[in-house]
Each structure stands twice: as structure tokens, then as C-alpha cells.
């Protein structure tokens, strides 16, 4: 794995957000960038998701009192400096080498809400560890359902006494989407990077004990079927009972990620599921879905408020947040750009992703008339067929 050395400070010509891929990909070998880069098919919905941004435009109300006001947002009992959360990345490591670590560190000094994936590089007790040397930010856990339903409890288990406050149960990933990019590079993790939250807890190091459950799953395999997807992969994919012994089997809220139709949003709130992310996975999963924000309203309108909504994909302005707001949503998930910053800068990079993006917001508010979150309304974005007609 190639990494170049990091870049000592922030480049004067980093104003903005998106200005750190550039910085990204010269740091990265094509490996590495082809996975952090890359969506499914012809990556299409990746694009949509920033093209249905730039193609909504703000009406902003001119001579509002705004002095005083501020964009905190409150989430599950927790005050949060601004509704931006840090999305579960896989793996992070192949991209700084403190990977998730320096993530949790910076998230937590900033008092920003970090979502650790399943397939971290770092273990989920290293992880809470920086995040208390940081601060007292909040972190969740990300469960990628496991094959194996102990796998499961451990990982529930281990979030739980670690200090993680919510679950973010991810459905919409039951296999690996098309990703001709990452086939393109031949993509591989390099030695040493692996997903280590599912060693088993009891012996951690034990890789013949992992070689035996893998051969014991492709045993598994060939007596289901002729076909790969719905013979083997589909086989352990997340399913509604799924969610529902979840919901049975942890304290702590559980937040469904990857959304797209209302009904499946009225539903999972309906089992008990305390948030919804309507995501369509960074448009990593299956291409030509709608974009994130073009599926919000919808969900948003079914639900009316009845948990907080959550939103990512494509989000690289603070008036972007602005919109997904005005739209419905109760606070946004960032997950490329901070990658970029971390790849190009380490964590003083995600810091000024998050301090670019809570800036760029105020500043919008301020502009649009706004002075809280909760004012925000789509009476504010123009010639959408949702906008109020006052605010």
C-alpha cells in the first residue's frame, strides 16, 4: 500500500469542503482511491446525489432579527454544536494509519457525533478509547448483520459496555454493489488491514479459529443453491424479523440506515425503530436509485415527525444541510468528504471539514432569515412544490 506522507497543515487553497480530494488522491494508490472513490455501475446515483443539491435553489427573507441564533441541534436527549454526524466508513486505515482512531479523536474534541462501521480497522473498544481521550462527543455503532446470530450479540454486547449510545442497523447493503471501479483497480485490502471487529472477542488472534468459520460457511453455500446472490449472499441478508429481534436484543435506540421508500420508513417506526437515515449507501450499492435528498420529502411527510430523520449522500456545502433540513431532515451524515481531509491532512483535516461546514451554515441561515434549525422550513427554498408560502 502506497501512502504519501501527509501534508503538514492545511493548504492555503483549501476553502472549501471538496477541496480535499484533490489533496485525497495524490496521498492514495489507486487502490485505496478506487474504494473511496468509486460507486456502483456508472455511478450514477453518486451524482445525482450532489446534482438534486445544486439544482435547489434558496429563497431567502431579507431584515430578519437573527443576533443570537445558532444551528445546535438535540438528537436522541444529546445537544450536538451542529446536525452533522460523521458516517460509518469502512476500513479507515487504508487511508491515515491512526484511521478510525484519529476520526474518534477529533469527532469527539468537537463534541460531533461519530457512526463506527462494522468493518472498522480499529477494534470498537480502541475506538471509545480516543474518543474519550478527544472529549465527550457521542459515538454509535454501525451493525452490518453477521452470518452468525452470537456474532451479533457480541458486537451488541461490546458496543454497549464500550459506551456506544445508539445502533445504526444498515439494510440496504445485503451484498457488495457492482463496483467496476474498485474490479477495474483490482482492489484488495493490504496486509495488515482487515475488519477486526469480527475476530471473535474470546480469542481475538485466533486465525485458524476464523479459517473454520469461513469453511464452515462455504460448506453452508453449496448445499443452498446454483445461484450466488440468492442462494448465498441474500441468505443471511437483514430481513423485518431482523429487525426485529434487534430491537429486543439491545437498550439502546436502534437507528435504521438506508431508506429510500416511505413505506419501509412507516414500518420500521411502526417495529420501534427510534431514527431513520434515508441513504441510498453513497450510491455504492445499487446505481440509478433516486438521490437521498429527491427521497426525503416523501419519508418526511409519511413519518410527520415522529422520529428524527437523518440524511446522507452528496453533501459538500452547508446550504446543502440548509435543504436537507428544510426538507425534513433533523441532522445529516458526512462520509467522503472527511475521508478526503483525513487522507490529505490526518485529523486536523476533519476538524476543518466539520468547522467549513458548521460555518457555511450559520452563514446561510443568517442569510436566509434564520436564527434556529427548527425555523427552517421549505418556505425557504424556491420553486419546490413542498415549499410553504410563509415562513
Known amino acids: 500500500m502506497f501512502m504519501a506522507p501527509p501534508l503538514d497543515g492545511i493548504p492555503r487553497d483549501i476553502a472549501a469542503v471538496a477541496d480535499y480530494a484533490v489533496y485525497a488522491r495524490r496521498r492514495l494508490d489507486d487502490n485505496a482511491w478506487a474504494y473511496l472513490d468509486g460507486a456502483a455501475g456508472d455511478e450514477l ?7 438534486a443539491f445544486d439544482r435547489q435553489a434558496l429563497l431567502p427573507r431579507v431584515m430578519a432579527d437573527v443576533v443570537g441564533g445558532h444551528c445546535q441541534a438535540t438528537l436522541f436527549g444529546r445537544e450536538y454544536p451542529c446536525p452533522i454526524l460523521l458516517a460509518p466508513v469502512a476500513w479507515q486505515k487504508l487511508f491515515q494509519p491512526d484511521g478510525e482512531l484519529a476520526t474518534a479523536y ?3 474534541a468537537l463534541g ?3 457512526i463506527l462501521s462494522t468493518l472498522a480497522s480499529s477494534s470498537l473498544e480502541e475506538v471509545a478509547a480516543a474518543a474519550r481521550q478527544g472529549g465527550d462527543g457521542p459515538r454509535w455503532f454501525q451493525l452490518y448483520l453477521q452470518p452468525e446470530r452470537d456474532l451479533n450479540e457480541d458486537l451488541i454486547r461490546r458496543a454497549e459496555a464500550a459506551g456506544y449510545e445508539a445502533i ?3 439494510v440496504d447493503a445485503p451484498l457488495n454493489g457492482i463496483r467496476n471501479r474498485e474490479q ?3 482492489f484488495q485490502l493490504p496486509p495488515g488491514i482487515e475488519a477486526v471487529n469480527l475476530r471473535r472477542p474470546q480469542d481475538p488472534d485466533d486465525r485458524q479459529g476464523f479459517a473454520l468459520r469461513e469453511r464452515s460457511l462455504a460448506e453452508k453455500r453449496k448445499r443452498r443453491g446454483p445461484s450466488n446472490v440468492f442462494d448465498d449472499l441474500m441468505h443471511c441478508a437483514p430481513t423485518w424479523k431482523d429487525l426485529d429481534w434487534l430491537l429486543a436484543a439491545t437498550r439502546l435506540p436502534v437507528i435504521v440506515k438506508g431508506i429510500l421508500h416511505p413505506d419501509d420508513a412507516l414500518r420500521a417506526v ?3 425503530a427510534a431514527g431513520i437515515v434515508v441513504s441510498n449507501h453513497g450510491g455504492r450499492t445499487l446505481d440509478t436509485l433516486p438521490a437521498s435528498l429527491d427521497a426525503l420529502p416523501a419519508i418526511a411527510d409519511r413519518l410527520l415527525g415522529r422520529v428524527p430523520i437523518l440524511l446522507d449522500g452528496g ?3 452547508g446550504s446543502d444541510i440548509f435543504k436537507a433540513i428544510a426538507l425534513g431532515a433533523s441532522a445529516v451524515l458526512i462520509g467522503r468528504p472527511y475521508i478526503h481531509a483525513l487522507a490529505a491532512t490526518g485529523p486536523l483535516g476533519v476538524a476543518h471539514v466539520i468547522r467549513l461546514l458548521h460555518d457555511e451554515l450559520e452563514a446561510t441561515m443568517a442569510l436566509c432569515g434564520v436564527a434556529r434549525l ?3 422550513s421549505t418556505a425557504y427554498l424556491y420553486d419546490n412544490p413542498n415549499r410553504r408560502t410563509e415562513p
Open 112 to 114: 460531533v457525533g461519530m
Open 374 to 376: 427548527e425555523q427552517i
Open 106 to 108: 477529533t469527532a469527539a
Open 270 to 272: 411502526d417495529m420501534g
Open 315 to 317: 453533501i459538500q456545502r
Open 168 to 170: 445504526v442497523f444498515t
Open 45 to 51: 446515483t453518486r451524482a445525482w446525489n450532489r446534482a
Open 184 to 186: 477495474r483497480a483490482g
